[in-house]
Protein backbone atom coordinates (compact mmCIF):
# COMPACT_ATOMS: atom_id res chain seq x y z
CA UNK A 1 0.00 0.00 0.00
CA UNK A 2 0.93 3.76 -0.21
CA UNK A 3 3.26 5.31 2.45
CA UNK A 4 5.32 8.05 3.52
CA UNK A 5 8.22 8.75 5.14
CA UNK A 6 9.33 11.75 7.08
CA UNK A 7 12.56 12.45 9.51
CA UNK A 8 11.53 12.43 12.76
CA UNK A 9 11.54 15.13 15.09
CA UNK A 10 11.61 17.18 17.16
CA UNK A 11 13.88 19.56 15.32
CA UNK A 12 15.25 22.21 16.53
CA UNK A 13 16.66 25.22 14.81
CA UNK A 14 17.80 28.66 15.28
CA UNK A 15 16.22 31.66 13.70
CA UNK A 16 17.14 32.55 9.88
CA UNK A 17 18.71 28.85 9.74
CA UNK A 18 17.97 26.85 6.43
CA UNK A 19 15.94 24.22 6.91
CA UNK A 20 15.29 20.83 5.30
CA UNK A 21 12.62 18.40 6.63
CA UNK A 22 13.20 14.99 4.35
CA UNK A 23 10.16 13.30 2.63
CA UNK A 24 9.85 10.31 0.77
CA UNK A 25 6.47 7.79 -0.15
CA UNK A 26 5.98 5.01 -1.79
CA UNK A 27 2.75 4.92 -3.65
CA UNK A 28 1.42 2.37 -5.92
CA UNK A 29 0.40 4.82 -8.69
CA UNK A 30 1.55 8.57 -10.08
CA UNK A 31 0.08 10.38 -7.04
CA UNK A 32 -0.44 13.95 -5.61
CA UNK A 33 2.17 15.07 -2.83
CA UNK A 34 1.12 17.43 -0.19
CA UNK A 35 2.77 19.60 2.97
CA UNK A 36 0.17 20.22 5.72
CA UNK A 37 1.23 22.38 8.37
CA UNK A 38 -0.49 22.26 11.77
CA UNK A 39 0.33 25.12 14.31
CA UNK A 40 -0.06 24.88 18.38
CA UNK A 41 -4.03 24.51 18.99
CA UNK A 42 -4.97 24.70 15.33
CA UNK A 43 -6.28 22.94 12.78
CA UNK A 44 -4.49 21.08 9.94
CA UNK A 45 -3.65 23.69 6.90
CA UNK A 46 -2.73 23.26 3.79
CA UNK A 47 0.85 24.59 3.07
CA UNK A 48 1.87 23.63 -0.39
CA UNK A 49 1.26 21.42 -3.13
CA UNK A 50 2.73 19.44 -6.50
CA UNK A 51 0.55 17.20 -8.53
CA UNK A 52 3.33 16.20 -11.64
CA UNK A 53 6.96 15.60 -11.35
CA UNK A 54 9.30 18.19 -11.06
CA UNK A 55 6.50 20.78 -9.93
CA UNK A 56 7.72 22.58 -7.44
CA UNK A 57 4.96 23.67 -4.77
CA UNK A 58 5.61 27.15 -2.62
CA UNK A 59 3.85 28.94 -0.15
CA UNK A 60 4.77 31.40 2.97
CA UNK A 61 8.57 31.20 1.81
CA UNK A 62 8.42 27.17 1.80
CA UNK A 63 9.44 24.84 -1.67
CA UNK A 64 9.42 21.26 -2.19
CA UNK A 65 9.95 19.36 -5.87
CA UNK A 66 7.98 16.18 -6.64
CA UNK A 67 11.21 14.22 -7.32
CA UNK A 68 9.95 10.90 -9.46
CA UNK A 69 13.06 9.51 -9.68
CA UNK A 70 13.67 9.49 -6.07
CA UNK A 71 10.32 9.11 -4.86
CA UNK A 72 10.99 12.29 -2.67
CA UNK A 73 9.18 15.73 -1.62
CA UNK A 74 11.54 17.23 0.72
CA UNK A 75 10.27 21.00 2.54
CA UNK A 76 12.51 23.39 2.33
CA UNK A 77 12.93 27.33 3.42
CA UNK A 78 15.64 29.49 3.31
CA UNK A 79 15.28 31.47 6.90
CA UNK A 80 13.18 30.17 9.46
CA UNK A 81 11.65 32.30 11.86
CA UNK A 82 9.78 31.68 15.20
CA UNK A 83 6.38 31.57 13.89
CA UNK A 84 7.13 28.60 11.79
CA UNK A 85 7.06 26.53 14.81
CA UNK A 86 5.11 23.83 14.30
CA UNK A 87 3.70 19.86 13.36
CA UNK A 88 4.48 19.68 9.56
CA UNK A 89 3.07 16.60 7.66
CA UNK A 90 4.12 15.08 4.09
CA UNK A 91 0.70 13.45 2.41
CA UNK A 92 0.20 11.90 -0.43
CA UNK A 93 -2.81 11.33 -2.69
CA UNK A 94 -3.07 8.49 -5.05
CA UNK A 95 -6.24 8.07 -7.21
CA UNK A 96 -4.75 6.76 -10.23
CA UNK A 97 -4.59 3.22 -8.14
CA UNK A 98 -8.25 3.63 -8.09
CA UNK A 99 -8.85 4.84 -4.50
CA UNK A 100 -10.44 7.46 -3.41
CA UNK A 101 -8.85 11.21 -2.85
CA UNK A 102 -7.80 9.76 0.85
CA UNK A 103 -4.67 11.07 1.59
CA UNK A 104 -1.28 9.15 2.96
CA UNK A 105 0.22 11.11 5.85
CA UNK A 106 3.44 10.81 7.54
CA UNK A 107 3.97 10.62 11.01
CA UNK A 108 4.53 14.26 11.04
CA UNK A 109 7.89 16.19 12.15
CA UNK A 110 7.70 18.63 14.93
CA UNK A 111 10.10 22.19 13.95
CA UNK A 112 10.73 24.38 17.02
CA UNK A 113 12.94 27.69 16.20
CA UNK A 114 14.37 29.21 19.01
CA UNK A 115 15.10 33.39 18.79
CA UNK B 1 -16.16 32.11 8.92
CA UNK B 2 -16.14 29.82 6.07
CA UNK B 3 -13.96 26.99 6.72
CA UNK B 4 -14.49 23.23 7.57
CA UNK B 5 -16.58 23.63 11.24
CA UNK B 6 -16.70 20.64 13.96
CA UNK B 7 -18.88 20.24 16.71
CA UNK B 8 -18.20 19.33 19.61
CA UNK B 9 -14.47 20.23 20.33
CA UNK B 10 -14.15 18.20 23.01
CA UNK B 11 -16.16 15.02 23.82
CA UNK B 12 -15.67 12.83 27.34
CA UNK B 13 -17.81 9.91 27.57
CA UNK B 14 -17.75 6.99 29.33
CA UNK B 15 -16.78 3.31 27.84
CA UNK B 16 -19.91 1.55 26.27
CA UNK B 17 -21.46 4.75 25.87
CA UNK B 18 -22.24 6.06 22.25
CA UNK B 19 -20.88 9.09 20.93
CA UNK B 20 -21.91 11.84 17.68
CA UNK B 21 -19.55 14.18 15.74
CA UNK B 22 -21.02 16.44 13.20
CA UNK B 23 -18.94 17.86 10.76
CA UNK B 24 -20.26 21.03 8.19
CA UNK B 25 -18.02 21.27 5.45
CA UNK B 26 -16.76 24.21 2.70
CA UNK B 27 -20.69 24.48 0.97
CA UNK B 28 -19.33 24.55 -2.07
CA UNK B 29 -17.11 21.04 -1.54
CA UNK B 30 -18.36 18.25 -3.18
CA UNK B 31 -15.90 15.91 -0.95
CA UNK B 32 -15.99 14.90 2.35
CA UNK B 33 -13.30 12.93 4.49
CA UNK B 34 -13.72 11.06 7.83
CA UNK B 35 -10.00 11.05 9.48
CA UNK B 36 -8.50 10.03 12.86
CA UNK B 37 -5.24 11.02 14.69
CA UNK B 38 -3.80 9.72 17.89
CA UNK B 39 -0.76 11.20 19.68
CA UNK B 40 2.03 11.59 17.45
CA UNK B 41 1.00 10.30 14.62
CA UNK B 42 -0.43 11.57 11.33
CA UNK B 43 -3.66 11.41 10.33
CA UNK B 44 -5.49 8.18 9.08
CA UNK B 45 -8.05 7.92 6.29
CA UNK B 46 -11.61 6.81 7.69
CA UNK B 47 -13.89 7.33 4.89
CA UNK B 48 -15.09 9.91 2.40
CA UNK B 49 -18.31 11.19 0.89
CA UNK B 50 -19.03 12.18 -3.11
CA UNK B 51 -22.43 14.21 -2.24
CA UNK B 52 -24.08 12.31 0.01
CA UNK B 53 -22.65 8.34 -1.55
CA UNK B 54 -19.84 7.19 0.78
CA UNK B 55 -17.93 6.10 -1.65
CA UNK B 56 -14.86 4.58 0.15
CA UNK B 57 -14.39 2.78 3.98
CA UNK B 58 -10.96 2.32 5.41
CA UNK B 59 -10.80 -1.38 7.29
CA UNK B 60 -9.69 1.12 10.21
CA UNK B 61 -13.95 1.60 10.30
CA UNK B 62 -15.18 -0.73 12.74
CA UNK B 63 -18.88 -1.92 12.86
CA UNK B 64 -19.45 0.24 15.68
CA UNK B 65 -18.97 3.21 13.39
CA UNK B 66 -20.67 4.05 10.75
CA UNK B 67 -20.94 7.72 8.64
CA UNK B 68 -24.42 9.61 7.27
CA UNK B 69 -24.27 12.16 5.09
CA UNK B 70 -27.77 12.74 4.52
CA UNK B 71 -28.41 15.89 2.23
CA UNK B 72 -24.51 15.78 0.87
CA UNK B 73 -24.39 18.98 3.31
CA UNK B 74 -23.18 18.20 6.86
CA UNK B 75 -21.72 14.56 7.77
CA UNK B 76 -22.14 12.70 11.14
CA UNK B 77 -19.65 9.97 12.73
CA UNK B 78 -21.00 8.07 15.24
CA UNK B 79 -19.08 5.58 17.21
CA UNK B 80 -21.32 2.79 19.24
CA UNK B 81 -20.25 1.32 22.57
CA UNK B 82 -17.44 3.15 22.90
CA UNK B 83 -13.78 1.82 23.70
CA UNK B 84 -10.61 3.39 25.57
CA UNK B 85 -8.91 2.56 21.72
CA UNK B 86 -11.33 5.13 20.38
CA UNK B 87 -9.71 7.92 22.18
CA UNK B 88 -8.23 10.38 19.48
CA UNK B 89 -9.02 13.60 17.59
CA UNK B 90 -11.41 12.84 14.93
CA UNK B 91 -10.65 15.52 12.05
CA UNK B 92 -12.86 15.67 9.22
CA UNK B 93 -11.81 17.24 6.10
CA UNK B 94 -13.44 18.62 2.43
CA UNK B 95 -12.50 19.04 -1.07
CA UNK B 96 -13.69 19.85 -4.73
CA UNK B 97 -12.35 18.48 -7.64
CA UNK B 98 -10.58 20.57 -10.05
CA UNK B 99 -10.20 19.44 -13.75
CA UNK B 100 -10.91 16.17 -12.67
CA UNK B 101 -7.56 16.46 -10.17
CA UNK B 102 -7.38 16.27 -6.79
CA UNK B 103 -6.13 19.65 -5.36
CA UNK B 104 -6.23 19.21 -1.66
CA UNK B 105 -8.38 18.81 1.36
CA UNK B 106 -9.14 21.21 3.81
CA UNK B 107 -9.32 20.47 7.34
CA UNK B 108 -11.47 21.35 10.43
CA UNK B 109 -10.30 22.06 13.47
CA UNK B 110 -10.92 18.44 14.80
CA UNK B 111 -13.16 16.86 17.86
CA UNK B 112 -10.99 15.33 21.05
CA UNK B 113 -12.81 12.26 22.15
CA UNK B 114 -11.69 10.61 25.42
CA UNK B 115 -13.37 7.46 26.67
CA UNK B 116 -12.80 6.82 30.36
Known amino acids: GDSVTQMEGPVTLSEEAFLTINCTYTATGYPSLFWYVQYPGEGLQLLLKATKADDKGSNKGFEATYRKETTSFHLEKGSVQVSDSAVYFCALSDRSGGGADGLTFGKGTHLIIQP | DTGVSQNPRHKITKRGQNVTFRCDPI?????LYWYRQTLGQGPEFLTY????????KSRLLSDRFSAERPKGSFSTLEIQRTEQGDSAMYLCASSLRSRGRFVGAFFGQGTRLTVV
Open chain 2, 49 to 56: FQNEAQLE
Open chain 2, 27 to 31: SEHNR
